[in-house]
């Protein structure tokens, strides 16, 4: 060990030290197609972990096995194990419907329910069987926390759709606050936002990472630059036969990951030569 990895280790860490979701040996095939293959991850606690590379190399395909959304691809197989809290997430005795309540998800495009803006995050609260007299509380907090309740706290009964992109997408991020996750996965959040209302989720993710931990997956290198602590770069290569199985190819701080990478396949990455 080098006296700068020695330094490192102790101060930030390549890898977090409390793996709030591990990851072993993690695959995924569709159809037998093997699309991405060997992923070691460990992601900290309150901490943002972004993950980039080039389109098509499983990084939605990573996200979505951390809180078993693949399980609705029906085509999806997934190999290896992620653990929450060293519990596989895949064993027989986990009830999916909770792991979803402590692993919440926000996707690409906002997706509220035909729902007023008040039903929206009372909807989740309610399946799991809160009271509905603290029911104004936990939809004000959770408006709150997605800095969304000034601009609608006047227009509760209004229906979700009738706000911006920008807004429906903190509804959406509000909407996965009110279950009281521990997690909260991004799958390129802002990928359909103008950059105003984008700039507004990256300063939200930024005060949500005080209380949750977040995993991003965004296209956007600034992005991921910006807003996290942790990095995962994948790349998926061809193989003798022409496939291309994703792999992540390196993780650490994004400090490192940005300044000066391990592999010069990230370097190639994040300096624009690739991909
Ligand atoms: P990324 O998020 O990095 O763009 P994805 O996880 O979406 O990558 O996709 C990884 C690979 O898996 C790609 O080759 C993609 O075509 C394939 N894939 C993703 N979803 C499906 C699916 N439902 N059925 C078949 N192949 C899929």
């Given at each position: 060990?080098?006296?700068?990895?020695?330094?490192?280790?102790?101060?930030?860490?390549?890898?977090?030290?409390?793996?709030?979701?591990?990851?072993?040996?993690?695959?995924?095939?569709?159809?037998?197609?093997?699309?991405?293959?060997?992923?070691?991850?460990?992601?900290?606690?309150?901490?943002?972990?972004?993950?980039?590379?080039?389109?098509?190399?499983?990084?939605?395909?990573?996200?979505?096995?951390?809180?078993?959304?693949?399980?609705?691809?029906?085509?999806?197989?997934?190999?290896?194990?992620?653990?929450?809290?060293?519990?596989?997430?895949?064993?027989?005795?986990?009830?999916?419907?909770?792991?979803?309540?402590r692993i919440g998800m926000v996707f690409q495009k906002p997706n509220p329910f035909p729902k007023s803006i008040y039903d929206n995050i009372a909807y989740g609260p309610r399946v799991t069987g809160m009271k509905s007299s603290n029911m104004d509380d936990v939809v004000?907090?959770?408006?709150?926390?997605?800095?969304?309740?000034?601009?609608?706290?006047?227009?509760?009964?209004?229906?979700?759709?009738?706000?911006?992109?920008?807004?429906?997408?903190?509804?959406?991020?509000?909407?996965?606050?009110?279950?009281?996750?521990?997690?909260?996965?991004?799958?390129?959040?802002?990928?359909?936002?103008?950059?105003?209302?984008?700039?507004?989720?990256?300063?939200?993710?930024?005060?949500?990472?005080?209380?949750?931990?977040?995993?991003?997956?965004?296209?956007?290198?600034?992005?991921?630059?910006?807003?996290?602590?942790?990095?995962?770069?994948?790349?998926?290569?061809?193989?003798?036969?022409?496939?291309?199985?994703?792999?992540?190819?390196?993780?650490?701080?994004?400090?490192?990951?940005?300044?000066?990478?391990?592999?010069?396949?990230?370097?190639?990455?994040?300096?624009?030569?690739?991909?």
């Amino acid at each position: 060990m080098t006296e700068l990895d020695h330094h490192r280790s102790l101060e930030t860490p390549a890898t977090a030290p409390d793996g709030v979701i591990t990851v072993q040996n993690l695959g995924v095939r569709y159809h037998g197609f093997l699309a991405v293959a060997d992923v070691n991850l460990r992601f900290g606690s309150k901490e943002i972990s972004a993950l980039i590379g080039p389109s098509g190399c499983g990084k939605s395909t990573v996200l979505r096995c951390l809180n078993r959304m693949n399980d609705l691809i029906p085509e999806a197989q997934v190999e290896g194990t992620v653990a929450y809290h060293g519990v596989d997430i895949y064993g027989a005795q986990v009830d999916v419907i909770e792991l979803r309540r402590r692993i919440g998800m926000v996707f690409q495009k906002p997706n509220p329910f035909p729902k007023s803006i008040y039903d929206n995050i009372a909807y989740g609260p309610r399946v799991t069987g809160m009271k509905s007299s603290n029911m104004d509380d936990v939809v004000e907090e959770a408006l709150r926390r997605a800095a969304l309740w000034d601009e609608v706290k006047d227009k509760l009964k209004n229906n979700a759709f009738s706000l911006s992109g920008g807004q429906q997408q903190r509804l959406c991020i509000a909407r996965a606050i009110a279950t009281s996750p521990e997690v909260i996965l991004m799958d390129e959040p802002c990928s359909a936002l103008d950059p105003i209302a984008t700039a507004k989720i990256e300063d939200l993710m930024n005060d949500l990472a005080d209380h949750f931990t977040i995993i991003i997956v965004t296209h956007n290198m600034q992005q991921a630059g910006r807003v996290s602590q942790r990095t995962a770069f994948f790349t998926a290569e061809a193989d003798e036969h022409g496939d291309r199985t994703g792999r992540l190819v390196e993780y650490d701080t994004t400090e490192k990951i940005f300044g000066n990478p391990s592999d010069t396949r990230t370097e190639a990455y994040i300096t624009g030569k690739f991909g």
